[in-house]
């Protein structure tokens, strides 16, 4: 298991195209970060750990955006990877 670092960036693919996830000004809506059916928390890839390329896999479908680990440990939000 990987220990995520308090300042790591965690990389968050997302749909586009889609307004559900992204609104038109570029700002992500929160359909980004609710859970699938039966999900236990959303997938990020830890931007030290990857590259780009894997982390987005299809360029014509996703976009990448990143978040701080610090908010979501300070909210005490388990972190494993």
Do not use: W
């Not at 996830?21 to 992500?28: A, E, F, K, P, V």
């Not at 039966?38 to 990143?66: A, C, K, M, P």
């Amino acid at each position: 298991m990987e220990v995520i670092l308090y300042n790591d960036n965690l990389l968050r693919r997302v749909h586009f195209v889609d307004p559900n996830y992204i609104r038109d000004d570029g700002t992500l809506t929160s359909f980004v970060f609710q859970l699938k059916k039966g999900g236990y928390g959303i997938s990020v890839n830890i931007e030290r750990l990857t590259t780009y390329q894997d982390s987005i896999q299809e360029v014509h479908r996703f976009r990448l955006y990143y978040l701080k680990s610090t908010p979501t440990q300070r909210i005490g939000a388990r972190m494993c990877a």
